[in-house]
């Protein structure tokens, strides 16, 4: 079985352009939940998709948003990017009736 | 808000011997999950152990076991048999069980070098 696979596995933007990832769940999760990480902040939860509807939503400025497709595939947008955005993020999937959250490898994102 | 306090950012530890890694957490739901995440250099979260607080029992994979202290709200980490493998960072992570929703409190992280 295929795991989470996030492409591309690194990006560098130019501040104030916007920045597209995305995010293919392991075949039958519905749920897709979306980290970033930095070394000051740690892993901060973005936001989740289930069954193509946001189900839960973390603090970050309008600036972030996403979307899941009828396939579970996700992508989430940065739209004028900030030097602050630079982070590796991290895309999971879940099984509506698993406990357990598989991760991607993670797309690393540099703003210059 | 819940919330996930690692202490340690740091800890190092011998081949073939055992090293505990200490989680604290804070919230006021009875029932949820906790687990142990591991990120080698390649980025990647493994799941390494995961336990159910309704379950008074504490888990174990293989060589990796939890101390769970509800009461305390502490969740620790044993490796028994350290291999070099096991040199990662690890982050500590709770979630509800209640409100359908998959996400995922995590912890600062802890360092972990095994020293041959």
């Known amino acids: 079985k295929a795991g989470v696979t996030q492409t591309p596995r690194y990006l560098i933007k130019t501040r104030g352009q916007q920045v597209t990832l995305s995010c293919s769940p392991i075949?039958?999760?519905?749920?897709v939940s979306w980290y970033q990480q930095t070394p000051g902040q740690g892993l901060q939860f973005l936001f989740e998709?289930?069954?193509?509807?946001?189900?839960n939503k973390g603090n970050f400025p309008g600036r972030f948003s996403g979307r899941q497709f009828s396939n579970s595939r996700s992508e989430m947008n940065v739209s004028t990017l900030e030097l602050g955005d630079s982070a590796l993020y991290l895309c999971?999937?879940?099984?509506?009736?698993?406990?357990?959250?598989?991760f991607g490898q993670g797309t690393r994102l540099t703003v210059v | 808000a819940q919330t996930v306090t690692q202490s340690q950012p740091e800890m190092s530890v011998q081949e073939a011997e055992t090293v505990t890694l200490s989680c604290t957490y804070d919230?006021?739901?009875?029932?949820?999950?906790l687990f142990w995440y591991k990120q080698p250099p390649s980025r990647q979260m493994i799941l390494v152990i995961r336990?159910?607080?309704?379950?008074?029992q504490n888990a174990t994979e293989n060589r990796f076991s939890v101390n769970f202290q509800k009461a305390a709200k502490s969740f620790s980490l044993k490796i028994s048999d350290s291999q070099l493998g096991d040199a990662a960072m690890y982050f500590c992570?709770?979630?509800?069980?209640?409100?359908?929703?998959?996400?995922?409190?995590f912890g600062k992280g802890m360092k972990l070098t095994v020293n041959p």
């Open positions: 998709y289930f069954s193509e509807t946001q189900r």
């Open positions: 919230t006021s739901e009875s029932d949820y999950y």
């Open positions: 999971a999937s879940s099984s509506q009736w698993g406990t357990e959250a598989f």
């Open positions: 992570a709770y979630r509800r069980t209640q409100g359908g929703s998959e996400k995922l409190v």
């Open positions: 336990q159910e607080a309704y379950k008074q």
């Open positions: 075949s039958g999760h519905r749920s």
